[in-house]
């Protein structure tokens, strides 16, 4: 038996099975409770309920609905932006105002260049990683000594 139907039966037995005009309070975990006030939460809890399904399915059908329309409506949004940029030319300010971007990329200064590179050598100097042809210039000597079998025993 789920919540819903212990408070439904609950608030039945409430309103039929006590004998008319009782206002008798009663002791709910310890804090008196009055008859018409537990019929009214009672009944304000199963309104809340009741009201939950239909709203689900309209939040469902919403989202459906959505999904439905992005795809279109993207290819709408970049075919406006197409058409505005040709309208009034690649990099024009006249496009902000429809909240296209002017299309037109600035290249990196000379500065933020030889910031980045920095920072990349300085990663590979942190991390020890290597390139192509620098892992082909590392060899290793093989070990000095006597050679040793399979089990490591040197027999």
């Known amino acids: 038996m789920t919540l819903t139907d ?30 018409k006030n537990a019929i009214a939460t009672l009944s304000g809890y199963l309104t809340v309920v009741a009201a939950v399904g239909p709203a689900a399915v309209a939040y469902h059908q919403a989202v459906q609905s959505v999904k439905s329309q992005t795809k279109q409506v993207q290819q709408l949004v970049t075919g406006l932006s197409q058409a505005l940029r040709y309208l009034f030319g690649k990099g024009s300010p ?28 300085a990663t590979r100097a942190v991390r020890h990683t290597l390139g192509k042809k620098q892992r082909l210039k590392v060899t290793a000597t093989p070990p000095s000594g006597p050679a040793t079998g399979s089990n490591g025993s040197g027999q």
Not at 7 to 21: E, I, R
């Open 6 to 35: 212990k408070a439904t039966a609950l608030l039945s037995g409430l309103q039929k099975g006590l004998p008319a005009g009782t206002t008798a309070t009663l002791l709910v975990n310890g804090q008196p409770v009055t008859v």
């Open 94 to 121: 006249e496009l902000a105002q429809f909240g296209v971007s002017s299309g037109v990329t600035s290249k990196p200064s000379v500065a933020t260049k030889a910031q980045a590179i920095g920072k990349t050598l």
